[in-house]
């Protein structure tokens, strides 16, 4: 099942992220960043109902007691960095592809809720972050976001890049 967000949530959350951007120009924002931490056993209690729900529409087919576990198997682990603010998840992943020297961050999803895009867009932050620490030569964006492609540039200094990228379902896959 593929991840769509509808137009009229799209244009609520670029009209949002509008606003952001015009209240950091007047000096209106709050310049104080949320409070981004790893993603821990208790944020389970916290957004785990909501953050289960959200990735159903992703892997419907997967039970919530899988996802959960899923979950709870990426906090502790050095291969993933799993980290929140109040209204904002995201989870990455450090990987590498046969014969390269040097690993690549995977995005796996940014989620935000109560239309804090802003929150999201400081989660990329944390995640170029992670992977500049890791070495990693590049990240793979956009697999499963509420933010916009050009919110998520602003995370890497105003660019990223496009690619085209082919594949061939083997079998259908029903939800």
């Not at 990987?95 to 809720?113: G, S, T, Y």
């Given at each position: 099942m593929a991840y769509t967000i509808s137009d009229e949530e799209r244009a609520r959350r670029a009209e949002r992220m509008k606003q952001v951007r015009a209240q950091k120009k007047t000096g209106d924002a709050d310049e104080a960043p949320c409070d981004l931490h790893r993603f821990a056993l208790p944020d389970l209690e916290d957004m785990g109902a909501w953050l289960v729900e959200r990735l159903k529409g992703r892997?419907?087919?997967?039970?919530?007691?899988?996802i959960a576990a899923f979950l709870r198997g990426v906090m502790e682990s050095n291969e993933f960095l799993f980290v929140r603010t109040r209204n904002a998840v995201a989870l990455?992943?450090?990987?590498?592809?046969?014969?390269?020297?040097?690993?690549?961050?995977?995005?796996?999803?940014?989620?935000?809720?109560?239309?804090?895009?802003?929150?999201?867009?400081?989660l990329y932050g944390a995640i170029r972050n992670w992977g500049?620490?890791?070495?990693?030569?590049?990240?793979?964006?956009g697999n499963m976001t509420d933010v916009e492609p050009e919110d998520v540039a602003s995370a890497f200094g105003g660019r990223i890049e496009t690619r085209v990228q082919c594949f061939a379902a083997l079998r259908a896959y029903h939800a």
């Open positions: 892997w419907g087919a997967v039970s919530d007691k899988n990455a992943q450090a990987a590498h592809k046969p014969l390269e020297a040097v690993p690549f961050v995977e995005e796996i999803f940014v989620l935000v809720r109560n239309d804090a895009v802003e929150e999201g867009v400081q500049e620490s890791h070495g990693a030569s590049r990240i793979e964006v």
